[in-house]
Structure formats: C-alpha cells, structure tokens
C-alpha cells in the first residue's frame, strides 16, 4: 500500500514544543510536506523538504519555529514545532510534493492553549 502515517499532534501550552512524524510507505524519493488547517481557515502548507538533496521550504508564519527533517532510513519526515503560538492551533496533514499534492495522510491535531 502507498500511504502516509501522521503522528504527534496533542494538547500544548504557548511557548512548548511538539514534534510531528511522517512515515511514509510503499514509496520513496520523494518531497514530502506538512500543510495545516485552523478551524475556519483555508489548509495552508507550512514546511516542505526534498529528502534526497535536503533542501527544505518553510512559510513565514513558522520560520525560526518550525524544522522539518527527514530519516530517509525509517522513511520518516518528522516536523519539530517550538515555541508554539495559540494560532498554531490547527490539524497537520503531510502530504506528497510541495505543491499539488498527489497523496495526503490523515491529520493529526495540535492544540496550543493555556
């Protein structure tokens, strides 16, 4: 089967970390990204990396918060999200490709409250 698996979404305080995973199945080699939805709001990417050349594509919202990594050995894309800000609150899918996406996992949800 060709799928992803989301994980790591949970209950945070502002300012706490949460790490996001992605594990990927029945492919490979290719770019892997996080887009979110807030409740209201349309989904919009956050981060994107090509594993096989390490380049990697961040929005302005999450610059300096926010890395995306990936362990091409475990097929895993794992987002690190620090210093977490209430309008951080949102359901995180990865997907395949930057744009366009041909194949999304399902969402995880991350809540950022007090």
């Known amino acids: 089967d060709v799928q992803l698996q989301a994980s790591g979404g949970g209950l945070v305080q502002p300012g706490g970390s949460l790490r996001l995973s992605c594990a990927a199945s029945g492919f490979d080699d290719y770019a892997i990204a996080w887009f979110r939805q807030a409740p209201g709001k349309e989904r919009e990417g956050v981060a994107c990396?090509?594993?096989?050349?390490?380049?990697?594509y961040y929005a302005d919202s999450v610059k300096g918060r926010f890395t995306i990594s990936s362990d091409n050995a475990k097929n895993t894309v794992y987002l690190q999200m620090n210093s977490l800000k209430p309008e951080d609150t949102a359901v995180y899918y990865c997907?395949?490709?930057?744009?366009?996406?041909?194949?999304w996992g399902q969402g995880t949800l991350v809540t950022v409250s007090s």
């Open positions: 997907a395949v490709r930057c744009s366009s996406p041909i194949l």
């Open positions: 990396i090509n594993p096989s050349v390490g380049s990697t």
